[in-house]
């Protein structure tokens, strides 16, 4: 497409709103981006990024930076309640990477390539709705019109809600605590550790060389597994090899609850939708992000093929939204199963997740993210 300068505005400074932004303004748009906050900035520990949302990095040219204290990891394990491994072939045999980071050094980076990019960020600027035709509404009252809006706005995204496309919004009743921790030489290295017991999970991620991330996961019924401090006691009783690590956990994070988004569709008129504002899911299969950015990267470039943009975000639509919907679909499968499965058959559940681990189709299928995804970036 050459011609006149197209212009969009983006609702929502994440990991989302600044990859389409970036993606769109590499692509000759004028890009403004804005962010409710009083600078751009990411809360959270560590993040797991696949094969998918690697490319997206490279494509984008924030690869290097994002990266660069990043864990390269080789096998992802899965210990059951009596500490049987029941899980160890998710990243055999395949090309797809996995890199765990700092989601500071992600969400940087990513600022980082949208400023270089000439993306305009506008901070301290509320957004509370959009209409079909392109406009942006902010809370001061003024419009601002657009060939392209943008809701990458989050689980709240108050763009989907202005047009009516949120079909179902919901609490997971199911949540976690996150924990930076520094890293020792007994860490595990190239390898990220989960470990069950009935509705608990606790995960063990190196992200740095010198920081290791620990998520604590527990249903929001799970009260006692929920306090801050963590219940050094209760959770020692779970897992009792993990006493000593437990002792590292600082008194900081607090449990938050994961959220579940469907939508009647990702797009009215010269509107999309991106991220956790069109598709959250709870973080089991650590795609969420991923796809944000997959999704986000690609709409700039479907949008290069189209003349329309609202045609193109109907065919952008079309294109990237079965492998997200498959991603959910396996996302609450797996936490039904991590979290809901019944106490008095846990051993068939870990019989059921061995045998999963050993069918090259089944993984295929579960982290259709990370290949089929990836593909939809670009073929290597
Ligand atoms: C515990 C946990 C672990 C996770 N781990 C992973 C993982 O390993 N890998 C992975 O891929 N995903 C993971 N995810 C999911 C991932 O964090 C999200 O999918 C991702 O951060 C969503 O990015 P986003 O930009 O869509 O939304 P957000 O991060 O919510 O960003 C939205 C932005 O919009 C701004 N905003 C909101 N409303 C307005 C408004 N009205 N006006 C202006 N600005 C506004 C917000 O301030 C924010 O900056 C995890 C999630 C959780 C909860």
């Known amino acids: 497409m050459g011609g006149v300068q197209r212009h969009a505005e983006v609702a929502g400074g994440g990991l989302a709103g600044l990859t389409v932004a970036t993606a769109l303004a590499q692509r000759g748009w004028s890009v403004r981006l804005h962010e409710r906050g009083r600078e751009l900035r990411e809360i959270?520990?560590?993040?797991?990024?696949?094969?998918?949302?690697?490319?997206?990095?490279?494509?984008?040219?924030?690869?290097?930076?994002?990266?660069?204290?990043?864990?390269?990891?080789?096998?992802?394990?899965?210990?059951?309640?009596?500490?049987?491994?029941?899980?160890?072939?998710?990243?055999?045999?395949?090309?797809?990477?996995?890199?765990?980071?700092?989601?500071t050094d992600l969400h940087r980076a990513l600022g980082d390539a949208a400023r270089e990019a000439g993306v305009e960020v506008v901070t301290q600027s509320l957004v509370i709705g959009a209409t079909p035709?392109?406009?942006?509404?902010?809370?001061?009252?003024?419009?601002l019109a657009a060939d392209l809006v943008v809701?990458?706005?989050?689980?709240?995204?108050?763009?989907?809600?202005?047009?009516?496309?949120?079909?179902?919004?919901?609490?997971?009743?199911?949540?976690?605590?996150?924990?930076?921790?520094?890293?020792?030489?007994?860490?595990?290295?190239?390898?990220?550790?989960?470990?069950?017991?009935?509705?608990?999970?606790?995960?063990?991620?190196?992200?740095?060389?010198?920081?290791?991330?620990?998520?604590m996961c527990c249903p929001a019924k799970d009260l006692v597994g929920r306090e801050?401090?963590?219940?050094?006691?209760?959770?020692?009783?779970?897992?009792?090899?993990?006493?000593?690590?437990?002792?590292?956990?600082?008194?900081?994070?607090?449990?938050?609850?994961?959220?579940?988004?469907?939508?009647?569709?990702?797009?009215?008129?010269?509107?999309?939708?991106?991220?956790?504002?069109?598709?959250?899911?709870?973080?089991?299969?650590?795609?969420?992000?991923?796809?944000?950015?997959?999704?986000?990267?690609?709409?700039?470039?479907?949008?290069?093929?189209?003349?329309?943009?609202?045609?193109?975000?109907?065919a952008w639509e079309r294109r990237q939204r079965p492998v997200t919907d498959a991603t959910q679909r396996y996302s609450r499968l797996y936490g039904k199963v991590g979290t809901r499965w019944p106490r008095s058959i846990t051993d068939v559940r870990s019989a059921v997740v061995w045998a999963a681990g050993r069918s090259r189709r089944w993984q295929a299928r579960v982290n259709v993210a990370a290949h089929e995804g990836a593909d939809l970036v670009t073929h290597r």
Not at 133 to 143: A, F, I, K, R, V
Not at 258 to 269: N, S
Request: a negative charge.
């Open 151 to 215: 809701g990458a706005d989050g689980v709240g995204s108050p763009v989907r809600n202005s047009l009516g496309l949120d079909l179902a919004v919901r609490d997971l009743q199911d949540g976690c605590g996150r924990h930076l921790i520094p890293r020792l030489p007994t860490d595990p290295v190239g390898s990220t550790l989960e470990y069950w017991n009935q509705g608990r999970r606790v995960g063990i991620v190196p992200v740095t060389p010198d920081e290791v991330y620990v998520y």
């Open 44 to 103: 959270g520990a560590g993040i797991f990024m696949w094969e998918n949302a690697v490319r997206v990095l490279e494509q984008i040219g924030a690869a290097d930076q994002a990266l660069a204290r990043a864990e390269r990891i080789a096998s992802w394990r899965l210990y059951d309640e009596r500490g049987r491994l029941i899980q160890d072939d998710w990243m055999k045999g395949g090309e797809t990477r996995l890199y765990t980071l700092l989601r």
């Open 133 to 143: 035709e392109g406009e942006l509404q902010l809370d001061t009252g003024e419009s």
């Open 228 to 314: 801050k401090p963590i219940n050094m006691a209760s959770w020692t009783a779970s897992f009792p090899e993990l006493a000593a690590l437990f002792a590292r956990i600082p008194s900081t994070a607090r449990w938050a609850s994961f959220a579940d988004v469907q939508c009647h569709g990702w797009t009215k008129g010269n509107v999309a939708l991106v991220g956790d504002a069109a598709s959250a899911m709870a973080p089991n299969l650590g795609q969420a992000a991923c796809l944000a950015m997959t999704n986000g990267y690609a709409l700039a470039s479907v949008l290069q093929e189209h003349d329309s943009v609202a045609d193109g975000l109907v």
